[in-house]
């Protein structure tokens, strides 16, 4: 587990999303979420302000606070300061407090991964309680669980898909479409904030980068080697 420092991870969530905060959480289902470079820090934030990356369990780590008490004293779940603390490609049961099912090098989804500002910023805590799908979010979990388990790009991108009908039927507007991207969902809580696109190869999210108000962004994991 990655020790506390001036500098951490920030996250995407592929699939599982609300299933982490206790009051929403369901037996069986799974969390799926992946800690994120560029890094952050309290001198340098290279991301946009409430952008459904974890910012807010970031920043509390960043002052030396505990994370997890940090998120559901705000009313949303433990996902975020969850990753960026275990660091990489991670799969969690849902449930009260988080529990590692698994954990995988993510070197696999490097070059693939892209995020676009959707314009606006967002705040998790005011859609806590919002109808929405939750037996679809279960199914989406379950799939992007195996999906890491295999390493399936592939499956991976039906689950993140799912997730991203669910928001649409939930009353998010439809992204934007973008060039070459085989799945998309909006990050975090939704309804603004930033959106994830995920491409076949660095040479496709290239294309989709000279055309978006895009970041790329890289998966991340803390090696024994880097401490």
């Known amino acids: 587990m990655m020790k506390k420092s001036f500098e951490v991870p920030l996250r995407v969530d592929f699939a599982g999303g609300w299933l982490d905060v206790p009051k929403l959480s369901k037996k069986g289902g ?5 800690s994120i470079t560029p890094k952050v820090s309290l001198k ?16 509390a ?3 030396m606070e505990n994370g997890i008490e940090s998120e ?6 433990w996902q975020d300061p969850a990753v960026i603390e ?3 490609l991670c799969v969690w049961r849902s449930g009260k407090k988080p529990v ?9 989804l490097a070059g693939k991964m892209l995020i676009v500002w959707t314009g606006n910023a967002h705040t998790t805590p005011n859609f806590v309680d919002g109808k929405r799908d939750y037996k679809g979010i279960v199914s989406a979990g379950k799939i992007a669980a195996q999906a890491v388990l295999k390493k399936d790009f592939k499956e991976l991108c039906r689950s993140i898909s799912m997730s991203y009908a669910i928001q649409l039927k939930e009353g998010m507007k439809e992204l934007l479409q973008v060039p070459k991207a085989k799945a998309k969902k909006y990050l975090g809580g939704g309804h603004g904030g930033y959106a994830l696109y995920l491409f076949n ?4 999210r290239a294309l989709a980068v000279s055309r978006t108000n895009s970041k790329i962004i890289e998966p991340y994991i803390e090696l024994k080697s880097d401490a």
């Not at 559901?72 to 779940?77: A, P, R």
């Not at 590692?100 to 696999?108: A, V, Y």
């Not at 190869?201 to 496709?204: C, E, F, G, Y």
């Open 30 to 34: 799974y969390i799926v979420n992946c």
């Open 44 to 59: 340098n934030w290279p991301y946009e302000k409430s952008g459904g990356l974890g910012g807010s369990a970031a920043y």
């Open 61 to 63: 780590i960043l002052k």
């Open 72 to 77: 559901l004293n705000l009313g949303v779940g």
């Open 86 to 88: 275990e660091t990489g």
């Open 100 to 108: 590692l099912e698994l954990k995988i090098n993510p070197d696999w």
């Open 201 to 204: 190869s660095a040479k496709d």
